[in-house]
């Protein structure tokens, strides 16, 4: 199983992985149902999660029914837990959605949900963070999850996105980071994608982001909060649902 996924990952173009998971979700949801783990998003049990990660995979990481990882699952729990996400009326901004949010997103009748990325197959709106065809202070939340590694001007996307962003607005801005850094880790000169994925984790990534990741969101004007949400659950729990104490969930506010 770990290498199929290894190589599913590295070998697939991510669009076509989407429409993949799509077709053979059923299928592995029946082949792992269990009662060891349970993903907070669908509510559902598994003997096992499944393993991932382009490099060293992780062991019980992807739920075979949400294809959530263990970021998704601690950004549902802190939505559902920590804030009135799901009731109250919102305007999102959904920067490349996870397939593990976008259709529970949409179906909630208290948002009005908004998709946009420049490559995404599932996206409402074509749309480059580098240049939002969005007005001015037009969403009350954004999320932005695992995407600014991607772009060299970084500063720039998270300009737009505080652009886009209302006054008391909010968000979550996922990344991958390595919490030892205290520097940010990017090098713009390196192109080959193996030699990306072995400086920086993945083959589409140009940096690692450190702990100063938050200095650079405030120097756009964001306020932020390093939330580590997952030390709120007892270790048994973080078992259960899957979840990494040591990541933290960006919360960004204007």
């Known amino acids: 199983m770990k290498k199929i996924a290894k190589f599913l990952l590295n070998k697939i173009p991510r669009p076509w992985l989407i429409s993949l998971s799509v077709i ?22 598994y003997r096992k999660f499944l393993p991932y990660g382009y490099g060293k995979q992780r062991e019980n990481a992807l739920s075979p029914g949400t294809l959530s990882l263990e970021r998704h699952r601690q950004m549902w729990l802190y939505l559902k837990n920590e804030t009135d996400f799901f009731t109250k009326n919102y305007k999102v901004l959904h920067m490349a959605p996870e397939q593990s949010f976008f259709k529970r997103f949409r179906k909630m009748k208290n948002l009005e949900y908004l998709t946009a990325d420049l490559f995404s197959p599932i996206v409402d709106v074509k749309a480059d963070i ?24 970084d500063k720039k996307a998270m300009s737009e996105l505080y652009r886009v962003m209302k006054p008391g607005g909010w968000g979550i801005f996922q990344v991958p980071m390595k ?17 990306r994925q072995k400086h920086f984790g993945q083959y589409d990534h140009v940096r690692w982001y450190g702990m100063d990741y938050f200095q650079r969101l405030e120097s ?3 306020k932020v909060d390093i939330n580590y949400y997952s030390k709120k659950f007892s270790a048994e729990e973080r078992k259960r649902f899957g979840l990494n104490e040591n990541e933290i969930l960006p919360l960004v506010f204007k």
Request: with cysteine; hydrophobic share 35%.
């Open 24 to 45: 053979f979700r059923p299928f592995i949801v029946l082949f792992f149902k269990g009662n060891k783990f349970t993903d907070p998003i669908d509510g559902n049990s």
């Open 130 to 153: 580098l240049n939002l065809p969005f007005e001015n202070e037009s969403f009350d939340v954004v999320f932005c999850n695992h995407v600014l590694e991607h772009i060299e001007d």
């Open 179 to 195: 919490n030892s850094l205290e520097k940010t880790y990017e090098d713009f000169s390196i192109k080959d994608p193996k030699e």
């Open 220 to 222: 756009v004007g964001f």
